[in-house]
């Protein structure tokens, strides 16, 4: 394995890290909830009385921060190496797994291994494993 030193950029991924756990810190210590994004967007299915406007402003944040950012900088461009069929797969396995793990990678990746969560320790290790898993599958074995 080798890295691109020419496209590596350690500056703007720090910046990027730094500014998730300001907002992660933020939204627990003046709301008092973890930002899982898939209980976030769960918790819309079926909305308690009064909890949709906070959920809404939190999804609307994630869909125009880019608009928004790329206003000030060039939006790099995606290249995505899988057709329709395997995203969609993709897709559904990483909702089952968010399910069956109560909370998905910004739940317990981000908040729950802040707040030093052992359950959290445990679903991130699991979802690092299965992604190591996966990819080895998928490029050593099947060649895909």
Do not use: E
């Amino acid at each position: 394995m080798t890295i691109a030193w020419s496209t590596f950029t350690p500056w703007s991924a720090l910046a990027g890290g730094v500014l998730i756990g300001i907002a992660a810190g933020m939204f627990v210590l003046f709301n008092g909830r973890i930002a899982g994004i898939s209980g976030i967007l769960g918790g819309l299915l079926k909305p308690a009385k009064g909890d949709a406007a906070w959920r809404i402003a939190f999804i609307g944040g994630l869909l125009i921060a880019p608009l928004v950012y790329a206003l000030m900088a060039t939006l790099p461009m995606p290249q995505i190496d899988a057709g329709y069929g395997a995203l969609i797969l993709a897709g559904l396995l990483v909702g089952i797994g968010t399910s069956y793990g109560s909370g998905c990678t910004s739940g317990h990746g981000v908040c729950g291994l802040s707040r030093l969560s052992p359950r959290s320790l445990v679903a991130t290790a699991m979802f690092m494993a299965a992604g190591f898993v996966t990819v080895f599958v998928i490029r050593h074995l099947i060649n895909a």
